[in-house]
C-alpha cells in the first residue's frame, strides 16, 4: 500500500513541485528522541482533549489506527512519523487485553471488560439470558433492554448484578456462582460498550457499490484524474494493494496524514515569495500565518519573511486537485471511483 | 440589567459570555485598531498537573480576580499580576474530563459542575467548599462540562453526555443551597408531552438524548433563557428513531421561573451527523430592515428603525438563523459555508435533510464533517460593525453506517477522514450575507471577542497566534505567539484605567494589556 501512495505522491509532487526541493524531512524535523507517550501527549493532549481522555478507553489496534485517522481529519496536527508512534504507543500501551480488565479509582473509575471473560460468559447468557432478553442484550417482548438497565449501568465486576439477579429479577432464576455474575457482569458491560463510539462492532460494510466502468470514464474525462495518475504506472494494481475503503478515504482525503503509510513521506507544500523589492524565495513551506512565512530555500537555509504590503506569497499544495474534488464530486461517482480502482488488480 | 450587566462589562467579565445576551461584545476602546499593535503582554499563568490541558473555560473577572476551571480544578488569580490566589481541587469519581467551559458566580459564591455529575458551590475569597449537589447519574455516561449560568434567584446548569441513549435536561438551582426548583427534558418523557408525535415511541422518545452542553443566554426582560440542544440518541444509526426527534438539535426558550417551554426552533430535524444545535443564541437588539447601518461607527450601532428582540445562531451544521426571540419565528435561514446535506428550508425556516446525505454503509460524502462548520466555541456579534462573527469550516468527511439492524443504539456509525477549511465569517445579521471572510492557514475553532475598538480577538487555529482582526474588514493587526492553539474564548476588563485581553491557549492563561 505504501509504495502505491508513493507513488501517487511522486506524480504530483513532480508535477507541481520545483525539482530542487529538499527533502520533505527539511520541512518538517522529526521529533528525535521523544517516547511515543510524550507523542501522544503533545498531539493528542493539548488541543481539543487532555491525555488522561485519549487513554480511557482501550482499543485495538486498527480501531486506534482509525480513530487517529479521524483525529487528523478534525485537524490534529502530526506528521506521518509521528502518527505511526502514536499509533504504536496507544496500541502497545491501551490495547484492549484482559491485563487491563479493572479500571483505576477516583477519576479513572471506569468499567472495564476482560475479553476472556466475555467469551467464558457467552455460552451462559446463551442458554439462561438470550431467549427473553436478545441476542444483544437490547430486550425483546419478554424481558427488558439490558444495555439502558441502571442495574447494569451501575453494576461494577458484579455488584449490583449478583444482587438483582439472586432476589430482585422478575422470574426467579437458579443460583448463580460469584465466578458466573462476575463473567455476566463483563458480557453484559462488552454489549453497552458495543453501542459506544470506537465500538469494536462498528467496523465499515461493503463499499464497493459502484459501476468500475462508469468510474473509469470518469477517471480519464471529467474527474481529470489521468493528468497525473494511470492505472499502469503508479495506481497500477491498486486493487491488490488496497481495500476499497482505504481506496475511497485515500482519494478523496490524501491530505490526511493518517491515511498514508508510515513509509511514505509527507508530500512538500512549496510557496514562492516575492519581497517587495523583487526577490524571489521559494521551497518547502514550513509555517505560514497571516503576519510570517517560513520556508527553507534552495540551500536548504531557514528563512522567515515578514508578510506586509508588497510581500506576495504563492503556495503550492500537490494535493490541491483533490481538494477541488470535494464540492463536485457526487456520492454515485465517489462509489464509481472507488469501483474502478478496486478493479485494477 | 442588560444596560447594567453593560456599565459592569466595562472593568469586568462576571457571566460566560460577560453579559446575558452571548454577543461577546466589549465596549471598551482604549484597545482599538489603531494602536493595538502596541497591546503587550503583562503575565502569563501556566497551570500545571493533571486536568491542566487544555484551558476551554471562559474566566469570569469579578473584583480585580480571574475565576476558572478545568475538569475537577479551579483557579482563582490575580487579574492584575497573574498570581494565584487560590486553587481548589475536586476529588473526582470517575466521568469525562473532556473539558470545563468554566464557572459562575453570583454574590461570593462561586459555581462549577464536575465531571462526575456534580454542582459544587465554592467561597469565591478562599475557594473553601459551601456545598454540593448531585445534578446528573455519572453510571449512565452523563457527565458535567458546561459553565453555570447565574440569573435572578436561580443558577441554570446544564448535562453532557452522548455516549449511550440518555434524555438531555437542564435545570435550575437554589443558588443558596443548590436545591432542584426545576427540571425540563429536552425529550418527552411521559404520554402527551409535546412532541412526542416526532418519535416513533414514548421508549425512543425517553432515551432521545439532546443534551444542554452550552451556557444558556438570557433575556431578563422577557425572563426567559435561550437554550441550545444538542444531537439525538442514537446518534448515527437513525432507522429506528423516525421522525424530527424534537426537542434535539434545537433551541428552545424557556420560562426563567417554571422551567416551562415558550417556543422551539429545531436547527437540524432528524440530524443525523452529530451537529447538535448548541452553539450560542445569541440575543441581538437592533433593527431588522431600513437603511444600512454604517458599518465603522463606534456608536454602537444606532439605526432610525426601532430596534427588535432578535436571536441569531451560527449552528452546527453551517446553517445561519434569525429568529425573532420573543415567539420563536425564523426570519432568516441560510448557509454561512457551503453545505450539500439539506434540501433548502421549510416553511419555519428549519432546514430539510436530504436522506441520500445520512451515513450511508457504502459511504456518503457530507459537508460539514462531525466537527461542524463551527463548534462549541464562542460566536460574537458586534453592534458597532452590525456583524455576527463565527469562528467556521468547510469541512467534508466520508460518513459510514456500520449497525444496519432495526434497533441500534448509541453510536452506529461516524464519519472518517476529511479535510477542513477554517476560517471566520463575518456575516450581516440582517441578511445573512458574508460581508468578509478570513481564512487561516491552521486547523481548529477558536472563541470570538468583538469590542468598540472596532477589534475581533481570536486564535488561528494550530498555528498557534493570539491575533486581533480589524472588526469592519478582517484585515489582520497584530499577533502573539501562544505557542499553541487558542483554547477558549477571548475576555476583555479594565483595571486602573487599563484595559486588559486575556485568553488561554493550551495549559497558559496569557494577559495582554495596553499600557499608557
Known sequence: MGAAILFLLGVLAAAQAPAAAPPPAAAQPPATGESGEATTRRVCGTLCHDFEHVITVGRTRPQWEATVENMIGRGAKATSAEVAAIVEFLSTRHTLSPTTIRGGVGPADKPMVDPKAVERAAPLYASDCRACHGPDARGTSDGANLVRSDVVLRDRYGSTLGPYLASAHPRPLPPLTGIQVLLLSHFLRARVNDTLRGSPLFTPGDVLTGDAEAGESYFKGEGGCAACHSPAGDLSAIGRRMDPITIQQRFLFPNNVASRRRSTPAPVVTVKVTTPDGETVSGPLVHLDDFYVSLRDASGAHRTIRRGRGVQVVKSDPYAAHVALLPRITDKTMHDVVAYLASLK | ?516
Open chain 2, 1 to 516: 440589567m442588560i444596560a447594567a450587566l453593560l456599565l459592569i462589562l466595562a472593568v469586568e467579565w462576571p457571566t460566560f459570555n460577560g453579559d446575558y445576551s452571548g454577543r461577546r461584545f466589549s465596549p471598551l476602546t482604549n484597545v482599538n485598531d489603531r494602536n493595538v499593535k502596541h497591546l503587550s503582554l503583562a503575565w502569563s499563568y501556566r497551570v500545571s498537573g493533571p486536568g491542566s490541558a487544555p484551558i476551554k473555560a471562559t474566566p469570569l473577572q469579578v473584583g480585580g480576580v480571574l475565576y476558572f476551571s478545568s475538569p475537577d480544578h479551579v483557579w482563582a488569580i490575580d487579574a492584575r499580576t497573574g498570581r494565584e490566589i487560590w486553587h481548589f481541587v475536586w476529588q473526582g469519581k470517575g466521568g469525562n474530563y473532556i473539558g470545563n467551559r468554566g464557572v459562575g458566580i453570583g454574590g461570593d459564591t462561586l459555581y462549577v459542575e464536575t465531571p462526575d455529575c456534580h454542582l459544587v458551590a465554592l467561597n469565591i475569597k478562599d475557594g473553601r467548599e459551601r456545598w454540593r449537589q448531585t445534578i446528573c447519574d455519572v453510571n449512565r455516561y452523563y457527565y458535567s462540562s458546561t459553565a453555570p449560568i447565574v440569573i435572578p434567584n436561580h443558577v441554570i446548569v446544564g448535562v453532557s453526555g452522548d455516549d449511550i441513549d440518555n434524555p438531555g435536561y437542564i435545570e435550575a438551582r437554589d443558588p443558596a443551597d443548590g436545591s432542584l426548583q426545576w427540571r425540563w427534558y429536552t425529550v418527552p418523557q411521559k404520554p402527551g408531552d409535546p412532541g412526542l408525535d416526532t418519535w416513533p415511541s414514548l421508549e425512543m422518545a425517553r432515551h432521545g438524548g439532546g443534551m444542554t452542553w452550552q451556557p444558556v443566554t438570557f433575556d431578563p426582560e422577557l425572563n426567559l433563557i435561550y437554550l441550545t440542544t444538542g444531537n439525538p440518541q442514537p446518534v448515527v444509526a437513525h432507522v429506528n428513531r423516525p421522525g424530527a426527534n424534537l426537542f434535539t438539535a434545537s433551541i428552545v426558550a424557556l420560562g426563567a421561573d417554571d422551567g416551562k417551554m415558550r417556543w422551539y426552533f429545531q436547527a437540524s430535524p432528524h440530524d443525523t451527523h452529530d451537529w447538535d444545535a448548541t452553539e450560542t443564541a445569541v440575543l441581538i437588539d437592533a433593527p431588522l430592515g431600513g437603511p444600512p447601518r454604517p458599518s465603522t461607527g463606534r456608536s454602537g450601532g444606532r439605526g432610525s428603525v426601532q430596534p427588535r428582540k432578535l436571536l441569531a445562531q451560527a449552528s452546527r451544521n453551517g446553517k445561519f438563523f434569525l429568529l425573532d426571540r420573543t415567539n420563536g419565528k425564523a426570519l432568516l435561514s441560510t448557509d454561512f459555508v457551503p453545505t450539500n446535506w439539506s434540501l433548502g428550508f421549510d416553511d419555519k425556516g428549519q432546514p430539510i435533510p436530504n436522506p441520500a446525505k445520512h451515513p450511508q454503509v457504502d459511504g456518503a460524502l457530507v459537508s460539514p464533517n462531525q466537527a461542524g462548520a463551527t463548534n462549541w466555541p464562542s460566536p460574537s456579534f458586534s453592534p458597532a460593525t452590525g456583524l455576527f462573527y463565527v469562528s467556521a469550516a468547510q469541512a467534508y468527511s466520508v460518513w459510514y453506517l456500520y449497525d444496519t439492524g432495526k434497533n441500534p443504539m448509541g453510536w452506529g456509525g461516524t464519519d472518517r477522514g476529511g479535510w477542513a477549511q477554517h476560517m471566520v465569517q463575518a456575516i450581516d445579521y440582517r441578511t445573512g450575507k458574508i460581508r468578509w471572510s478570513h481564512k487561516w492557514e491552521g486547523s481548529g475553532f477558536s472563541g470570538l471577542l468583538s469590542t468598540a475598538g472596532n477589534l475581533l480577538f481570536t486564535g488561528d487555529g494550530s498555528s498557534g497566534n493570539f491575533v486581533a482582526l480589524n472588526a469592519t474588514t478582517g484585515e489582520p493587526l497584530w499577533r502573539a505567539g501562544v505557542r499553541t492553539a487558542v483554547s477558549n474564548g477571548p475576555i476583555t476588563y479594565t483595571l486602573d484605567g487599563l484595559q486588559y485581553v486575556v485568553v488561554a491557549a493550551g495549559d497558559t492563561l496569557w494577559a495582554f494589556v495596553m499600557n499608557e
